[in-house]
């Protein structure tokens, strides 16, 4: 048995051991985890806005002159080195009149990436180079070598707020997704959180994937973020979120997108414009638990218009291009046809919520009218984290939709029977595989309804020789003017059926 001075001796040496043991390990490499800490800590205390710091000449500016500030390409960062990925910059001006801090993790600790003016040109813009002195960075974007080998196209962008667009093969921009929405659509006015620090992991010559984290931060909300972007066919960006709430909020919207719906096939431009559709997106799909698929085509509404899917854990969501043709658009400049569709894929279960679609009036194809996200039914609770994991799919050849049978075209115009009447008509085109597989004379029927606000007059289902596909013509009457009506239509051949076509017909 030891006796008490040998006891003492070992405890004396075990703590020795361990001491030098902690002194050996080296310091953790700065990770989601620090991010993490900094987003709990500003939840903690009160918000605190610093305001703009730009200069006069920066900050009334429109978008042209903006624009007309140039990142010089041989600056980007890691070109040199000649990695796979590269940094571009964007200078501060304009509606980005606040500084995004933004650092590279180098050996595993943070080291800031300072203003330079040095990076801009400026010649084309009127600004003195001077002027810019002592401000940050907008935001970045990165480049990689997604369509031809030899050119590194720009595929990723964070500019504003918690906005960010990222393209796949034969893309170009359109569709925004968000960190967060906070209060989208509440009479108590939205509330924009930002990214105000991002931190880069280095990719080496092999990386297929850049790994970067986000701290964001609003008066109500703060939170910490890990993005892993994947380019290719269809880009993927992985997010890993751990949000704080400052206090409550009416409505918290996880993995938003943006975008713009101005006129298209179900709803004809209100005045003289040769493109036949001019929007983004042009519908609404969301994939639930159960199975089912449910498209909602867009509007431009005369009032706001907010509607909801209730869900159990979806396996996923998006506001989706389906329109992909040049005849379409007859836009040889913004080219909607290659505009992305973004997809949401839940990562793990995330419990009963909803998907909530807001479409706002828009003037013209600047602004953007439509929102879509989801609200967990779980009520947040302050300083409380909210875990969230996802991905966004950044789609355009092969978009993700039911297997079955799914809408590419809604119609829409007055009834006619064989006339014009006082109904209300729609022609909606279904394609894929389940009429690919049918014979000619198969048998082919269609599910309609409406709610209490409209009447079904008339439907009918036949094949289209053109596409291969098949159509439905619905007629109905809305009993008042003053209130939307809920439409729905879907194909079945025995047991199959296609995706849900569900229509919210705006007021007036």
């Known amino acids: 048995m030891p006796?008490?001075?040998?006891?003492?001796l070992l405890a004396f040496v075990l703590l020795a051991s361990v001491a030098r043991a902690h002194a050996a390990a080296p310091p953790a490499a700065f990770g989601f985890d620090a991010v993490d800490a900094r987003a709990k800590a500003l939840a903690g205390s009160a918000f605190h806005d610093a305001g703009t710091n730009l200069p006069g000449s920066l900050q009334h500016m429109d978008h042209d002159r903006y624009e007309s500030i140039r990142f010089k390409p041989a600056a980007s960062r890691w070109r040199a080195a000649k990695l796979p990925f590269e940094l571009g910059l964007f200078h501060e001006g304009w509606l980005f009149d606040r500084p995004v801090r933004l650092n590279e993790i180098v050996k595993g600790k943070p080291v800031e990436i300072p203003f330079d003016a040095q990076l801009f040109d400026y010649s084309k813009s009127g600004i003195e180079p001077a002027a810019a002195d002592g401000l940050g960075y907008a935001g970045f974007n990165v480049h990689y070598a997604l369509n031809m080998p030899v050119y590194k196209d720009d595929v990723l962008a964070f500019l504003g707020a918690s906005y960010f667009r990222a393209l796949g093969k034969g893309q170009m921009y359109g569709i925004s997704a968000r960190g967060l929405a906070i209060d989208t659509a509440l009479a108590s006015g939205e509330e924009f959180p930002r990214f105000v620090e991002f931190w880069f992991e280095r990719p080496d010559a092999k990386s297929d994937a850049l790994v970067f984290y986000g701290l964001l931060d609003s008066p109500r909300a703060t939170g910490a973020y890990r993005f892993a972007f994947t380019p290719g066919v269809d880009?993927?960006?992985?997010?890993?979120?751990?949000?704080?709430?400052?206090?409550?909020?009416?409505?918290?919207?996880?993995?938003?997108?943006t975008s713009m719906y101005f006129h298209g096939s179900n709803q004809r431009a209100a005045g003289e414009d040769f493109r036949p559709e001019v929007h983004d997106s042009d519908g609404l799909s969301i994939q639930s638990s159960s199975g089912e698929w449910i498209w909602r085509?867009?509007?431009?509404?005369?009032?706001?218009?907010?509607?909801?899917?209730?869900?159990?854990?979806?396996?996923?969501?998006?506001?989706?291009?389906?329109?992909r043709r040049f005849e379409a658009y007859q836009d040889l400049s913004t080219r909607y046809g290659a505009h992305p569709s973004?997809?949401?894929?839940?990562?793990?279960?995330?419990?009963?919520?909803?998907?909530?679609?807001?479409?706002?009036?828009?003037?013209?194809?600047t602004n953007d009218n439509i929102v879509?996200?989801?609200?967990?039914?779980?009520?947040?609770?302050?300083?409380q984290p909210i875990d969230v994991h996802?991905?966004?799919?950044w789609q355009k050849d092969d978009e993700t939709h039911a297997a079955s049978a799914w809408v590419t075209a809604t119609l829409r115009g007055k009834g006619y029977s064989p006339k014009p009447d006082s109904s209300l008509g729609f022609a909606i085109d279904f394609e894929g595989p389940m009429l690919e597989a049918l014979p000619a004379n198969a048998p082919l029927d269609v599910d309609v309804s409406a709610d209490a606000n409209g009447t079904i007059v008339g439907k009918s289902v036949r094949r289209n020789p053109d596409t291969g596909g098949a159509r439905v013509e619905l007629r109905f009457k809305r009993n008042d003017d003053t209130k939307p009506t809920e439409l729905r239509a879907a194909l079945r051949s025995g047991t199959t059926g296609s995706e849900t076509w569900s229509y919210a017909f705006p007021p007036g």
């Open 390 to 393: 996802y991905r966004v799919h």
């Open 342 to 365: 973004a997809w949401i894929e839940p990562i793990g279960a995330w419990g009963p919520g909803r998907v909530e679609l807001v479409q706002i009036p828009a003037p013209d194809e």
């Open 3 to 8: 006796t008490r001075s040998n006891t003492a």
């Open 297 to 323: 085509p867009l509007v431009n509404p005369k009032r706001l218009l907010v509607t909801s899917f209730a869900q159990e854990s979806p396996k996923g969501f998006g506001l989706m291009q389906r329109q």
């Open 372 to 383: 879509a996200y989801w609200i967990s039914d779980t009520a947040p609770t302050p300083k």
């Open 235 to 257: 880009s993927i960006v992985e997010v890993t979120a751990r949000i704080y709430l400052r206090d409550n909020v009416g409505k918290l919207g996880i993995a938003p997108l």
